[in-house]
């Protein structure tokens, strides 16, 4: 049989970029392209609704491959990472068990959290006995002060045991930590700890030991391309600083460790992290060092807390689920779940179990570890890539321009701008321009949450310094998860005992009522009212009737703006002030009801979270 060698693409003829707007926007009717399909994010450009070659074939970010510098395509020709579990150490030695347990249970990295009386003589020994160095990538989180201490431990500890070439792993230094969380400077000359730290652990080449934490950043907040900016700037205080004091580049270079969140945002956390390496691997060649190897950026992400959630908790599963899978598919070294009740419990072996698995998932099962940068190429994500870059270069260089990072964090700039990030969000997600599933959008009413909150989440007061007498020198970082505000309504209406009811007038056009309902019972159901949704009625007095039987505290009403004009006047005046009267809507004739007393409306551009705080305060007296 002869080989058929038709080109079956060739009988279409190619379809311009022209013509591919002017057909979208026939089907638009008149709508306005911009403003209907342009996406204006948060980090400061457009998001088209369609990419093709011509948009990348100026870029530069394809010229080159896997493991090449600038590795924007990753620092590796494979895609393995590490999945890593945290552990916090109150006792070296249950510490010890857990974590043989768990690395028979598919994790290949942990991450020893060090409360400050555990570092005694002998404490890596016991920490690490049995566990196979040369297999597993370990990582200790531990107080500044004591960072030297831990680093010469465990030196020690890897030399005895033939592991100097083998291993892999890290010590968190992290003195910024301190005007981060608390306004408080570090009392210590960071730049001499640092040489010291990096002298210290000279013979063993995979141990990093300087910090750059901007997860602390994205849980506090911040948008993307703060993250990254504030991030490059914060390993280039470290180049800076480690240079200055003798410290060979390359050397600087591969033992700064960067620890970055994850966020919800699909595409944009996958660019983010190509940008990142790329950017990084440009800020370290100026250093000239005397090998690109020093300009690989070895990135450990974690999920994000600031989006995680009291209520709906297992929807912080699905969350975290598409987070690390950004992660994965960027390239990251290494990955942690957050277990996804970490929020009101210490995680226990269930959760834990969970977060491991999940990772499992994408390897397993997804197969994510098999192909490099399978993001490469897109139109999509090659834009987004080089507009992420852009806009957190040119706050890079606005932190450099002031000083410098450290410069910065004194000062407090750096707190304060995600801070004002922080609140920017609050609101986006009081107004539901931000969605939470199953906090501000489509939450389960009828869940009660009070009795299972055990501890308030601590953030990061692990380690045992105190803070205590010292006070704020500047702005700290608020640190406040989005679903907060939402929450502390939610828990201020379940423990009243007052639970207000919420009944639909439905009636009128079939629908707008319908619709006009979903949206009013997913709007009360914020605040974990009781909803009582209607099929419809025939008339006013009938739903009103059946309103107070059921000892409705909000009688919505739910039809069109066109028969709001006499419905809602009569439906106010035979309800006569029994329960609140709301209209569900923002109709033209909303000055004439406003004059005949009705003064309370709902619509998609409410302030949901300040409507409901209102109603608290009405009817939880």
Not at 386 to 410: D, H
Not at 492 to 504: D, L, N
Request: with cysteine; hydrophobic share 40%.
């Amino acid at each position: 049989m002869a080989e058929n060698k038709e080109k079956l693409f060739d009988k279409f003829p190619p379809v311009s970029t022209e013509e591919w707007r002017a057909k979208v926007e026939t089907d638009l009717k008149g709508a306005d392209f911009q403003k209907k399909l342009v996406w204006r994010t948060n980090e400061g450009f457009n998001v088209q609704p369609m990419y093709r070659a011509e948009d990348i074939k100026d870029l530069k970010t394809t010229d080159s491959l896997p493991g090449e510098y600038p590795y924007i395509r990753g620092t590796r020709t494979d895609n393995h990472w590490y999945i890593r579990q945290e552990i916090t150490v109150a006792d070296c030695a249950e510490a010890n068990a857990k974590a043989r347990e768990i690395l028979g249970k598919g994790v290949t990295s942990i991450g020893f959290k060090l409360k400050k009386d555990v570092i005694a003589d002998g404490f890596i020994a016991t920490l690490l006995d049995g566990i196979k160095l040369d297999t597993v990538e370990v990582n200790f989180a531990c107080c500044p002060s004591c960072a030297t201490e831990v680093a010469h431990a465990l030196v020690d500890y890897v030399k005895a045991n033939h592991a100097a070439d083998t291993f892999r792993g890290s010590i968190g230094f992290n003195p910024f930590k301190r005007l981060l969380k608390h306004g408080i400077d570090f009392p210590k000359d960071i730049k001499a700890l640092a040489a010291e730290l990096v002298k210290a652990v000279a013979d063993v080449k995979g141990l990093r030991v300087l910090a750059v934490d901007s997860a602390m950043l994205s849980n506090a907040g911040a948008y993307i391309y703060q993250e990254l900016g504030y991030a490059l700037a914060w390993g280039n205080e470290w180049m800076s600083m480690l240079t200055d004091a003798g410290i060979d580049a390359a050397e600087a270079g591969r033992r700064i460790k960067f620890d970055m969140g994850i966020s919800s945002n699909y595409f944009m956390e996958i660019a983010k992290f190509r940008a990142a390496r790329m950017l990084w691997a440009q800020i370290v060649k100026q250093y000239q060092p005397a090998c690109d190897c020093a300009c690989k950026m070895n990135v450990h992400a974690t999920t994000s807390e600031f989006n995680q959630t009291i209520y709906d908790a297992y929807v912080n599963l699905l969350r975290s689920q598409t987070e690390s899978m950004s992660a994965a598919i960027a390239g990251v070294d290494s990955i942690t779940v957050t277990p996804f009740d970490k929020q009101y419990k210490t995680p226990d072996d269930f959760s834990e179990r969970l977060a491991r698995n999940q990772q499992l998932l994408l390897k397993e099962e997804s197969h994510l570890d098999r192909i490099v940068d399978p993001a490469g190429g897109s139109y999509y994500v090659e834009t987004l890539t080089v507009s992420i870059a852009n806009e957190a270069w040119k706050l890079f260089l606005e932190v450099e321009e002031n000083g410098g990072f450290y410069s910065q964090l004194k000062a407090g700039a750096v707190q304060k701008a995600i801070n004002e990030s922080c609140d920017k969000r609050h609101t986006d997600v009081a107004r539901r321009k931000e969605s939470l599933l199953g906090t501000n959008q489509f939450p389960n009413f009828n869940e009660m949450a009070a009795d299972k909150i055990e501890t308030e989440n601590c953030c990061g007061k692990s380690c045992g310094c105190s803070h205590e007498g010292e006070g704020n020198a500047v702005e700290a970082l608020h640190g406040t998860r989005a679903a907060s505000d939402f929450e502390a309504l939610r828990l201020e209406t379940e423990r009243s005992g007052k639970r207000p009811r919420v009944f639909m007038l439905t009636i009128g056009n079939l629908a707008m009522r319908i619709a006009r309902s979903q949206f009013s019972s997913n709007f009360f159901a914020c605040a974990g009212y009781e909803i009582i949704d209607n099929l419809g009625f025939d008339t006013v007095q009938q739903g009103i009737d059946a309103a107070m039987e059921k000892k409705a505290d909000i009688v919505v009403l739910c039809s069109s703006d066109d028969e709001y004009a006499t419905l809602a006047p009569e439906a106010f005046k035979a309800l006569d002030g029994r329960a609140e009267f709301v209209v569900a809507g923002n109709p033209a004739c909303t000055e004439q009801l406003q004059a005949a007393g009705i003064t309370q409306f709902i619509h998609v551009r409410s302030n949901v979270l300040e409507t409901l705080k209102a109603f608290n305060a009405k009817l939880l007296k």
